[in-house]
């Protein structure tokens, strides 16, 4: 079962797409076939309703579902277009809603897009109101997903060393610094997560990093293992460069929290148990 749930969440997310501007959008078509909607025009009545739904739950006219024609090839060999949407996150998140419940694969979906909208829909109050270690729970959470992105995009470009791909991104960022030697400078033990042990700022800065090396890999089409380095190398130096430019601490200049997010997950499990065995 959870194995089914793995695989179906990652269906999701690999056909998610990201835009020039880098944001994120799912076609119907797609979307139809991972919901396992035989019917098209069963599917647009879905569609319908949850942009009624979206209408009568906001005020503001969004560009929920845009109309793309996508080229096909017939039985004949002819080229024909069939009409296809790009989809908000917020719109899946109601055509799940509206969706066929009977289908397990539809629940998932259901609960896959809640999470994800919910993450994104964290306000800068809300996260101003976080705590410095609530923060790095979460920018931690989003640099898991996002590095697991970025090793398919990695993947699909070439690369199979993914320990040198890694290093040529912490290399650009950190001012020559390989993963190891961040480890040796924050006194890590052996194999000890680097970014289990940075604050919110030093993650936020990774997780850009992150984010736009896959954006590059693919609006890029970069095909070598030797191209994908470099343009991770070069994306982190970028960034370097920008926070220089603005003033700011360099990652390496930044302090490493007393404890790790390993060490704060036991605490609050060992404090769960003493708690309930108290009661």
Partial sequence: MNEIKLYKEKTFDDIKHIDSNGY???????????????????????????????????????????????????????????????????????IVQNADPNKEVVALGQTYFAVQTRKQELTE???????????????????KKGNYSLNQAAKKAGVKNF????????????????????????????REDILDNMGSDELIANLFRISQTEQKLKRDSI???????????????????????????????????KKSLKELEKENKNKLVSNVNNK
């Fill in 163 to 190: 320990d040198l791909f890694h290093n040529a991104g912490y290399k650009g960022l950190y001012n020559g610094e390989t993963a190891d030697d961040i480890a040796k400078r924050k006194g890590l033990r052996y």
């Fill in 223 to 257: 095909s070598s293992e030797k191209e994908a380095n470099q343009t991770h190398y070069t994306i982190g130096k970028n960034i370097r460069e920008v926070i220089a430019k603005n003033g700011g601490t360099m990652p390496e200049k930044l302090p490493t929290p």
């Fill in 24 to 94: 994120e959008y799912w076609l119907a078509r797609e979307l139809q076939k991972a919901l396992e909607y035989k019917d098209w025009r069963n599917f647009e009545k879905v569609i319908n309703k949850a942009v009624i739904s979206a209408k009568n739950s906001t005020n503001v006219d969004e560009d929920w579902v845009v109309e793309v024609n996508k080229p096909i090839k017939t039985g004949k060999g002819k080229e024909e277009f069939v009409r296809d949407y790009r989809l908000s996150r917020y719109i899946c998140y109601l």
């Fill in 125 to 143: 109050k809300e996260y101003s109101e976080l705590t410095e270690d609530e923060k790095r729970f979460y920018q931690r959470s989003l640099t």
